[in-house]
């Protein structure tokens, strides 16, 4: 464990130095590909909050925020009354998070440089959330018992954990038509992710969790959706694709020559008006404390 950097906005302190960075790195590519996702998916994530109960006056807890495209949503959802606690294990997010705030003008939000499998550390002194919110970080970590068990005592009775991440990511994602090149570079995310600790099926172990540890699950449902070329949610791969490739290369996930295979089906399948990706399935759930 050592001394956080300090950092030249207010946040409070980690008593945590990351091990492991994230794996889709925090730089420009994916700062503009993480706000891409949100405006795709901001519609499904506000009706999931809806439907967890965040309000005006709400005490909601957004776990590992990154730059806080769902953070600065909610804060402004929960209003002046409420507050958004906002915790990730990246301080250059964080940075970006307080520069988005400034813009928005939001001053009801908490930055916390930690890591979320040790909130217990993290959160001292904020024990009324309303709502925890959690999406795409589950799938990162090694031990989401441990975010569940770290949040859980700061949790009103009735509080809600809301969730939104992948289960079976590795097997439905697919080009249509299929096209190996494709294929094998999905193979090397999961094991990528794997290999730093993550699961790209990790929904299916959420509700057991959630139940073993004083939850009932109250809303669990898939978004399984395509994209076509030519289409806004095309991006959402592309994106993802022009980033990562790159970075499984360089990680020895996939060799230069396998990159530039499934490049080029990626190139072949967007010239093509009559071909389809059937994107990983998004699994939502809802969990309220007992
Ligand atoms: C795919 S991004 C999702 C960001 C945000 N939840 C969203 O939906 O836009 C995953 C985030 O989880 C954070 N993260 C991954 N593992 C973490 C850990 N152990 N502790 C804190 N943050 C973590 C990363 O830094 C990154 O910001």
Redesign the pocket.
């Known amino acids: 464990m050592t001394t956080p950097t300090a950092l030249p906005h207010p946040v409070t302190p980690s008593i945590h130095e990351?091990g492991q960075p994230?794996v889709?790195g925090?730089g420009s590519d994916e700062t503009f590909r993480?706000g891409l996702?949100?405006r795709l998916w901001s519609a499904t994530a506000h009706a999931l909050w809806e439907k967890a109960g965040v309000q005006p006056g709400s005490t909601v807890i957004?776990i590992?925020?990154?730059p806080g495209?769902?953070t600065m949503d909610l804060a402004q959802i929960v209003g002046p009354t409420g507050r958004v606690i906002a915790?990730?294990?990246?301080a250059a997010?964080l940075k970006q998070l307080h520069d988005g705030e400034v813009a928005r003008r939001l001053n009801n939000v908490e930055r916390v440089l930690?890591?979320?499998?040790e909130l217990g550390e993290c959160l001292e002194g904020n024990e009324s959330i309303d709502v925890a919110y959690?999406?795409?970080?589950f799938c990162?970590?090694s031990d989401p018992e441990a975010v569940i068990t770290g949040i859980k005592p700061f949790m009103k009775q009735g509080a809600k954990f809301a969730v939104h991440d992948y289960f079976n990511y590795e097997r439905s994602m697919t080009l249509a038509p299929r096209r190996e090149a494709f294929t094998k570079v999905v193979q090397a995310v999961a094991a990528s992710w794997r290999s730093r600790g993550g699961d790209t099926d990790v929904m299916g172990k959420l509700p057991g969790l959630l139940v073993k540890h004083g939850f009932k699950v109250t809303h669990l449902e898939v978004l399984q959706r395509i994209a076509r070329p030519g289409t806004t949610m095309w991006h959402w791969p592309a994106s993802f694709f022009h980033n990562f490739i790159p970075k499984l290369v360089q990680g020895g996930f996939i060799t230069e020559g396998e990159a530039t295979a499934a490049l080029q089906a990626w190139a072949e399948a967007e010239r093509d008006p009559a071909s389809f990706i059937q994107l990983p399935p998004v699994y939502e759930l809802i969990a309220e404390k007992l």
């Open positions: 990351p994230y889709l925090t993480l996702q949100h957004d590992g925020c990154g495209h769902a915790v990730d294990e990246s997010f930690g890591d979320v499998q959690a999406r795409w970080v990162f970590v």
